[in-house]
C-alpha cells in the first residue's frame, strides 16, 4: 500500500491526514490533530511556530508508530504568513500573525509609494491590510528585515524544517502581493520601490515538484509541494466546471471561480477580488468572505457551553435576524465577538440566538452578492455552487445560500484542502495522472450532496 501524508494547517487547527488507493477510490485516514498555536506575546499576536513543527513532527512519527509509512508527504497552510531566517538559517522571532494589527499604521506611507491601483494591475491581488506586502514593510520599518537572509511563507518553512531545503511555492508566494500575476515570478519593481530587500526570496517553485529527503526519521520519505496555500488545494480537489463557482468554507469563506488568465480590470479592482494562484498555473478570481471565524469566536465567548450544531439549531429556531457586513474590521480579532456583533448593530440587548442567525443570513447573502460580482466581471453565467471544506457540513448555512443565491449548491467534499493535497502527491508519483483524472478521482471517491 502506497501512503501519501497531507500536513493541512488552518489559522486555528491542524491535521495530518493519510491518502490511499483501494478499489479506484481515494481513502483517507485522520492520523493526527492539534490546535492553540496562535498567542500574544508582550501585545503581539504571534505563531507558536516551535509547536508547530513539533506538532508536525509528531503526526510524521504516528505514522511510523502505525506501520503506515508515507511515500511522499505534502503541507499546506492558510496563506500570507512567514518566518524569516538569518544568515546561519536560525529564525528571526517573532513571526507576527496576521490578525495583529500592526499593519494599520503604514497604510497610507504604502500607498505614497505605490497606490492600489498600481500593486491590482501587477499582481491581481485583492486588498487586505494583513497581506504580506503590508508586513514585511513593517519589518523594514523595524529594522527585523535587515538581519533576514531567507524568507519562507508558514508551509515552505516548515517543510526546510523537515528537509533543510529552502524553496518558495507558487500558490502560497500569490497571496504576497510580491508575485506578478503575469510573469509568475517575484515582481522587483514592487520589492524595490517599497525598500524590502529583494535577495531574501529564492525562485519559485510550482506544485507537485520535489523538495528533499525527510530528515531526522527512521524512515524514508520524499517531502514535495503541494499547492501549499489551503484554499489552493481545495479548488484542485474541487470539480468546478465553467459555468460553476466554489465556495471553501472555513475560518474564512473563499468563494470564486477558476480561471487561466488573471481578470485585472478596474471592476475587479473596486469589488475586491483577488487573482490568486492555483494548480498548474490557473488563477483563482475569489473574494475573501470572514467565514466560521464569527461562529468559533461567539462559541469561544459563551465558554463552549454550545456545539456547532447546538449553534445551527438556535439559529433554525429563531424568527428574528438583522444584517451584518461579515467583513468589517470589527470583526477580525476582538477581544469578545457576541460584544462586537451588539457594537455594530448599535444594540446590546440581542439575545444570542438572534445573533447566530444575524451571522448565518449575513454570511448568506454576502455569498450572493460575491455571486453576482463573479457573474457581472468575468461574463460567466453561474449555475452551481460547490460547498468544500469544514464548513460544507453546516446543512443550515448551506440551505441559505441555496435560497439567497437562487443557484443549484452541492456540498462537499468535506476535507477538501487534504484531498487537494494528497491528489498532488499522486500526480507527482505518477505523471500520467491529469488534473482533469485526479478531479474525477476526487468526485468518484466522496459524497458530494446536493442541498434541497
Known amino acids: 500500500m502506497n501512503y501519501h501524508l497531507a500536513i493541512d494547517i488552518g489559522a486555528s487547527s491542524g491535521r495530518h491526514i493519510l491518502g490511499y488507493l483501494e ?11 492539534f490546535e492553540d498555536y496562535l498567542k500574544e506575546q508582550n501585545g503581539t499576536l504571534v505563531w507558536d511556530i516551535q509547536k508547530l513543527v513539533r506538532e508536525v513532527k509528531t503526526g510524521i512519527q504516528k505514522c511510523g508508530a502505525l506501520g503506515k509509512i508515507p511515500a511522499t508527504i505534502a503541507i499546506d497552510t492558510w496563506g500570507v504568513d512567514y518566518v524569516l531566517l538569518d544568515e546561519n538559517k536560525n529564525e528571526i522571532l517573532p513571526a507576527v500573525s496576521y490578525r495583529d494589527g500592526r499593519t494599520a499604521l503604514v497604510q497610507d506611507e504604502i500607498a505614497e509609494l505605490m497606490t492600489q491601483a498600481e500593486l491590482y494591475s501587477k499582481t491581481g491581488i485583492q486588498k487586505q491590510n494583513f497581506n504580506t506586502v503590508y508586513q514585511l514593510y513593517c519589518d523594514k520599518k523595524s529594522g527585523k528585515l535587515d538581519k533576514a537572509k531567507y524568507f519562507l511563507m508558514m508551509p515552505d518553512y516548515l517543510a526546510f524544517k523537515l528537509t533543510g531545503e529552502i524553496k518558495n511555492e507558487y500558490t502560497n508566494a500569490t497571496t504576497t ?3 506578478n500575476a503575469e510573469t509568475k515570478t517575484w515582481d522587483f519593481d514592487i520589492l524595490n520601490r517599497l525598500g524590502i530587500k529583494t535577495d531574501i526570496f529564492s525562485d519559485i517553485s510550482l506544485p507537485c515538484t520535489e523538495v528533499g529527503t525527510l530528515k531526522g526519521f527512521d524512515f524514508e520519505s520524499t517531502v514535495i ?11 484542485a480537489a474541487c470539480p468546478v466546471g465553467d459555468n460553476s463557482i466554489y465556495i471553501f468554507s472555513g475560518t474564512w469563506s473563499l468563494i470564486g471561480t477558476e480561471n487561466k488568465i488573471p481578470i485585472l480590470s478596474e471592476e475587479a479592482l473596486l469589488a475586491n477580488f483577488t487573482n490568486e494562484g492555483g494548480i498548474h498555473y490557473r488563477y483563482r478570481f475569489l473574494k475573501n468572505i470572514m467565514g466560521m471565524w464569527l461562529f468559533q469566536n461567539v462559541r469561544r465567548n459563551l465558554d463552549m457551553r454550545y456545539t456547532y450544531d447546538d449553534m445551527m439549531r438556535l439559529a433554525m429556531n429563531c424568527k428574528t435576524f438583522e444584517m451584518i ?9 476582538p477581544d469578545n465577538m457576541v460584544d462586537a456583533i451588539r457594537t455594530y448593530l448599535e444594540n446590546d440587548q440581542l439575545s444570542i440566538d438572534t445573533i447566530v442567525n444575524t451571522i448565518y443570513h449575513s454570511l448568506a447573502k454576502s455569498y450572493a452578492n460575491a455571486v453576482e460580482e463573479i457573474e457581472h466581471i468575468s461574463g460567466k453565467t453561474v449555475d452551481t455552487i460547490n460547498i468544500v471544506g469544514g464548513g460544507s457540513k453546516d446543512r443550515y448555512l448551506n440551505e441559505l445560500t441555496a435560497r439567497y443565491t437562487g443557484k443549484r449548491v452541492l456540498a462537499g467534499p468535506v476535507e477538501a484542502t487534504a484531498t487537494g493535497n494528497i491528489i498532488s502527491q499522486l500526480m507527482y508519483a505518477d505523471k500520467a495522472l491529469t488534473l482533469a483524472n485526479a ?12 442541498v434541497q
Do not use: C, M, W, Y
Open 225 to 235: 509541494l503541494a499547492p501549499s496555500h489551503d484554499t489552493a488545494s481545495a479548488v
Open 439 to 450: 478531479r474525477e478521482l476526487v468526485k468518484n471517491s466522496f459524497e458530494v450532496q446536493e
Open 325 to 333: 457586513d461579515t467583513n468589517a474590521p470589527l470583526f477580525i480579532a
Open 177 to 179: 502581493n510580491l508575485v
Open 23 to 33: 478499489d479506484g477510490k481515494l481513502k483517507l485516514e485522520e492520523i493526527h490533530r
